[in-house]
């Protein structure tokens, strides 16, 4: 690729100056020298020559007067180097300048802003009204006299309902003991019959071996 033809063709005087279309002093108008090796000697046989590396040898100068002798605090000592002669953001101004100045877009902030706004307002009057009709649907409402009597009356109702029930309830919890009572006394009067059938029973087995061995002893003394 030629890049003296290609940025001769953007504009570019030529060798000497800047890329700037007018002024050399705006922008670089030496070029950024390279070393170039063309032998096939090794590392360390020759010394390279750096004097043309200018921004090399700028920065160096700068690093070279820093000053950190203090504890906590670093003083750059040299303020007359070749860097120190440059102007302060005349890079950034020089870059603006490249650009050409047009017109403004208008935008629509203002108006979304105010429809917001519009929006919001009815919003809020809106809840204002829901949260006022919710507050008078909470209140309560003043019962009337003959509110009041059928309410009385039905309360009467449910008390005479309740004792009724307790009344039944009692009741049937009266005649279940008495049931159970019964059984009892019936379980009971049973068992003792069926004891003293079994004892004159057991009575009448003694008196008939009893009688046996009568028999027998009279058999064996004959």
Do not use: C
């Not at 208008?106 to 919003?123: H, M, P, Q, V, Y």
Request: proline share 1%; aromatic share 4%; hydrophobic share 25%.
């Amino acid at each position: 690729m030629d890049a003296h033809a290609l940025l001769s063709s953007q504009g570019w005087r030529g060798t000497g100056h800047s890329l700037h279309k007018t002024d050399d002093s705006i922008g670089l108008a030496k070029p950024l020298l390279l070393n170039r090796k063309d032998n096939t000697r090794g590392l360390g046989q020759k010394q390279h020559f750096t004097s043309d590396q200018w921004w090399m040898n700028a920065f160096d100068e700068q690093l070279k007067g820093i000053d950190t002798s203090k504890e906590g605090k670093v003083v750059q000592t040299v303020t007359t180097g070749k860097l120190n002669a440059l102007e302060k953001n005349l890079g950034k101004y020089s870059v603006y300048t490249t650009f050409v100045r047009g017109g403004f877009l208008e935008g629509t902030i203002d108006k979304l802003t105010i429809n917001d706004s519009s929006t919001e307002s009815s919003e809020t009057e809106s809840s204002d009204q829901q949260e006022g009709d919710k507050s008078d649907k909470d209140k309560p409402r003043k019962e009337t006299k003959e509110e009041k009597k059928v309410r009385k009356e039905a309360k009467r109702k449910r008390k005479e309902a309740r004792a009724v029930r307790r009344a039944e309830k009692a009741a049937r919890r009266e005649l279940k003991s008495k049931s159970k009572k019964s059984s009892k006394f019936s379980k009971s009067s049973k068992s003792s019959a069926e004891s003293s059938d079994a004892d004159e029973e057991k009575k009448r087995r003694r008196a008939k071996k009893e009688e046996k061995r009568r028999q027998r002893a009279k058999e064996s003394g004959k």
